[in-house]
């Protein structure tokens, strides 16, 4: 019992230090078609050993570093939100932002990918298939609660910065981004993911880790 806490601890301050290296610096984001960021995929892997609780964790260890980001580099339209320097001054609205966009979507991305984890591995004895559709999920979940908190929460900013007026065409925006690099960030987090996870898997099975 003792040596599974310790092991766990393990886990937990491993998975913690790599998504914090990834989340305060460049290594957080591969340059593809588009910027892919890769922090949500440490977020992902430690939910398939430490659970819903641990993806939570995480997550909420990836929303700290997106929130230092944005105090320390404001030069995007959602930091410029975020810090109330494109609403007249940081307020309760703003603090509401942080915690619906930056936070929750992280949270949610380690929670949704272990959950689906959890449950698709019972089915699946390699666990690669279950690895591959829970970092499906978790990336999506990030994509899809992230922009679809600023599409709700903060309508009449991102009309304002894409240049449209209706709730039709922010929509069509929106879903443009999700299909586009919201799939190519998915389509690597299952690569990666799947490909470590099963590496981590393996060394259990053999006993190089317990």
Do not use: W
Request: include cysteine.
């Amino acid at each position: 019992m003792e040596k599974n806490k310790i092991y766990e601890l393990v886990l937990y301050a491993l998975f913690i230090a790599i998504t914090a290296i990834l989340g305060l610096t460049p290594l957080g984001f591969i340059p593809l078609v588009v910027s892919v960021t890769t922090t949500h995929m440490p977020v992902i892997i430690g939910g398939y050993s430490l659970g819903a609780k641990g993806g939570a964790t995480l997550g909420t260890v990836f929303g700290l570093t997106s929130l230092f980001r944005c105090i320390t580099t404001p030069v995007d339209i959602t930091a410029q939100l975020m810090l109330g320097k494109s609403t007249g001054g940081f307020g309760l609205y703003n603090l509401f932002l942080i915690v619906a966009i930056i936070f929750l979507p992280r949270i949610l991305c380690g929670v949704f990918s272990a959950l689906t984890y959890k449950g698709l591995s019972k089915f699946d004895k390699t666990r690669v298939g279950a690895m591959g559709i829970s970092a499906f999920v978790g990336s999506m979940t990030n994509t899809v609660f992230y922009l679809g908190g600023l599409m709700l929460f903060a309508f009449d900013f991102m009309s304002a910065a894409y240049g449209v007026t209706t709730y039709g065409a922010l929509v069509k925006i929106i879903l443009g981004i999700v299909a586009f690099n919201g799939v190519i960030e998915a389509v690597a987090a299952v690569i990666i993911c799947t490909a470590v996870g099963k590496a981590i898997d393996i060394a259990k099975t053999k006993g190089y880790i317990r």
